[in-house]
Each structure stands twice: as C-alpha cells, then as structure tokens.
C-alpha cells in the first residue's frame, strides 16, 4: 500500500521518454549509496517500454547477492527511501516457492518510485526482466496490454484492486512471453542497464 503522502489513485499517462533519464538518475544514486552490494540495476515495468501506458512511478530492481534486510535498509534509509512492510512487498511466490524481496519508497516528496531488491539468482528476478524485454519486443503484446490495462483502470482506479485485477491476467502474458523467450534464445543481461562500477561496501 502507499504512504500516506503517495498517490493512492491509478492514473495512466502515455509513455514518456523522460522516465528513462529519470530512471539513470536514480540508478545512479543507488549504486552510489549501495556500492558493491548492487550487482545490477535494472529499468522495470512499463515505464521501460517505450509505447506503452503507464503510472508515473519508475519500477528499479536492484541484483543482489544476498537479501541482507538490515544493511539493504540501513543503506537505503541514508537516501531517505523507507522499507514497504505489506507482506507482498516482502515475499512473492515462483511456482511453489515463496522467495523473500524488499521494495522501498521514495522519501515523502521524492521523485514516485518502487525499488525492487532481489537476488540475482531468484527466477523473480527472470521474471521481471522477462515481462519488461517481451513488451519492448513485441508490439502486438505491448498493445493488448496496454489495452487491457485501460479496460482496468476504467472499472477502477484503485491502485489495490488495479493491481488484483492485472495480476490475476499476468500468467497468460507470461506464458506467452516464455514462448517468445525460448523461440528467441532470450536471456536476461547481468550487466543491467547502468553503467557503472560498484565501490564501497
């Protein structure tokens, strides 16, 4: 759920290309501020596919080897980004498994974002990057889902149930994101999309 000073409301706006700018931004001051212990930095949801609708909020995923919460949290409270405490934003399910993760919130008046912390090797990781690569590769995908997210966010605008709702249709696009990924040889990057090189500990 939001903090009490974020949007509570889902408001979709056509892509803009500033959200990849702003995304480098903010990426850059993670791996400032978490030094080594960011593997990688990555782009997520909509806002890194360029064409498709989204919520004004940059998706970051930080790799990381371990899911070290005290230290994640320390580092990131440094920023002024506080730790979500729902229990989806710190565990998500992979087939039978449920994996830990941390996502946190900008500081009150920040820049809306979501940061995403996942090991490397957790299949959620794959995941989001597997739905992000899809949509940038794929128009006809991209379109439906934009479509159906507008058909959601006309029955509402409530950003827990605009979430159910989308939910509850992702294992379709993803399945069929699987079969482009193995018709392709896709394979997530272990670069991320930032240049840069950890320092610090």
């Known amino acids: 759920m939001p903090f009490d000073d974020e949007n509570r409301l889902v408001e979709l706006v056509p892509w803009r290309s500033e959200w990849d700018a702003e ?6 001051r993670l791996a400032g501020c978490l030094g080594k212990r ?19 909020v940059i998706d970051v995923q ?18 002024g980004f506080r730790v979500r405490p729902e229990p989806w934003n710190r565990h998500e399910r992979s087939g039978e498994d449920e994996l830990p993760k941390l996502v946190f919130a900008p500081p009150p008046g920040g820049r809306p974002a979501n940061v995403h912390v996942r090991t490397a090797t957790a299949p959620t990781t794959r995941y989001a990057l597997l739905f992000r690569d899809y949509l940038r590769a794929d128009a006809a995908a991209r379109d439906g889902w934009a479509a159906f997210k507008h058909s959601v966010q006309s029955v509402t605008r409530n950003l827990s149930e605009y979430g159910l709702i989308k939910s509850a249709a992702m294992p379709l696009l993803m399945a069929n994101a699987e079969r482009w990924a193995a018709e392709t040889a896709w394979a997530p990057s272990d670069a991320g999309d ?5 320092a610090g500990s």
């Open 38 to 56: 960011a593997l990688a930095i990555d782009h997520l949801g909509s806002t890194a596919a360029p064409g498709l609708p989204a919520k004004d």
């Open 23 to 28: 995304f480098r931004a903010l990426a850059e």
């Open 62 to 79: 930080v790799r990381v080897a371990v899911l070290d919460e005290a230290a994640l949290t320390s580092a990131l409270a440094r920023m």
């Open 194 to 198: 930032v240049d840069f090189s950890p």
